[in-house]
């Protein structure tokens, strides 16, 4: 339906029947008459210069050919005035007053984060130089989402924060369910699958427990994941999972030592300094080398973990995975939880 008034409609076909006109005298001080307005244009006569050369009627055919441009030009004006007095177009910018833009994801708060926030706040909005921790600290969590979005839109220009006014309410949503995530707020979020398959999963045919411990099982060579679910959501950790490397939080990849006796061991570099190398290898075993006593290091940019995952397990294993690490992570706010002796910024 146009969401249009009749008044604009004739006040649009007013100023269409009006250039019609406008032009057609002019056809007419050129020597050209006739010329209906109404249904299609026809010629009915034309007096020609008796003269011969035609000049009369060249002058017709220019005025003609600027009588239809300005007919198209006039036509599209009243589509833009319709559209101006709110066309409803699938798509369209323009939304009806009252309607509500659909919510976006928390992935799309989570770009607006790193885009926006993250240089201040830091990657996992904890803090940083220029910022203060927003993830752990007491204050910040106790503001509700209104309030959130309030500082966001508004900024805190005593302390030095800029206002994020261009952000529409959609993605101020987002952005907010996003650092209630970093804040370890997840608790309550639905599973998107089974948690005791995706535990069948981790400790076997995706052969995460090989390099990953959870829950105090598994392996040292990667990242402890037993607290990982807790702070982020299900979309963040399926992207994980399925595109490793991308995330700036990602550990770095192997490191392949050569030594100059010939031996060669690859694995995480856990330490290095001007005159030594520290190397877990694969198997868990760590090895401290003199620099003197290595002939080459080769790092390799890539992740240790396999980058077919989204090839070789299905939308429901994948979410039956999810679902084991933040379920672990619910089941493990305790004292241990690593987070909880951390000091928190309480300033704003």
């Not at 250039?19 to 007096?47: F, M, T, W, Y």
């Not at 060249?58 to 239809?68: A, D, F, Y």
């Not at 833009?101 to 904890?126: K, L, T």
């Not at 690490?325 to 493990?332: E, G, I, K, R, Y």
Request: hydrophobic letters at 35%.
């Amino acid at each position: 339906m146009l969401g249009v008034s009749v008044d604009a409609l004739t006040r649009a076909h007013s100023v269409l029947l009006i250039r019609i006109n406008s032009a057609c005298q002019e056809a007419r001080a050129a020597d050209c008459h006739q010329v209906p307005v109404s249904g299609p244009l026809k010629i009915d006569s034309l007096r020609l210069d008796q003269g011969g050369s035609g000049s009369t009627m060249n002058r017709c055919e220019r005025v003609l050919g600027t009588l239809g441009g300005r007919v198209v030009a006039a036509a599209g004006a009243l589509l833009v005035a319709v559209s101006a007095y709110g066309l409803s177009i699938p798509g369209a910018s323009v939304r009806p007053n009252g309607a509500t833009q659909p919510d976006r994801s928390i992935a799309d708060g989570r770009q607006v984060f790193e885009n926006r926030c993250a240089a201040c706040h830091g990657i996992d909005g904890r803090g940083g130089e220029r910022a203060p921790d927003i993830a752990t600290s007491a204050k910040t969590q106790r503001r509700s989402d209104a309030e959130i979005a309030q500082i966001i839109n508004s900024g805190i220009p005593s302390g030095g924060m800029p206002a994020f006014s261009t952000l529409d309410a959609s993605t101020s949503r987002a952005l907010v369910r996003y650092l209630r995530s970093l804040q370890g707020k997840t608790g309550s979020a639905a599973l998107p699958g089974n948690p005791q398959n995706g535990k069948a999963i981790f400790f076997g045919r995706a052969r995460c427990s090989e390099c990953h411990l959870a829950a105090g099982a598994g392996g040292f060579i990667a990242s402890d994941l037993s607290f990982y679910g807790r702070t982020r959501p299900a979309e963040e950790i399926r992207d994980a999972i399925v595109k490793p490397g991308q995330s700036p939080n990602d550990s770095r990849g192997p490191v392949t030592i050569v030594t100059r006796a010939g031996q060669t061991l690859t694995g995480v570099l856990r330490n290095e300094d001007n005159f030594s190398l520290q190397l877990q290898s694969l198997d868990g075993a760590f090895h401290l080398l003199m620099k003197s006593e290595v002939a080459s290091v080769s790092r390799d940019r890539n992740s240790l973990m396999p980058a077919d995952y989204g090839s070789t397990l299905s939308a429901g294993d994948l979410n039956d995975l999810v679902s084991f690490l933040m379920s672990v992570a619910q089941q493990h706010k305790s004292s241990s939880d690593p987070r909880k002796n951390e000091p928190s910024d309480e300033e704003e």
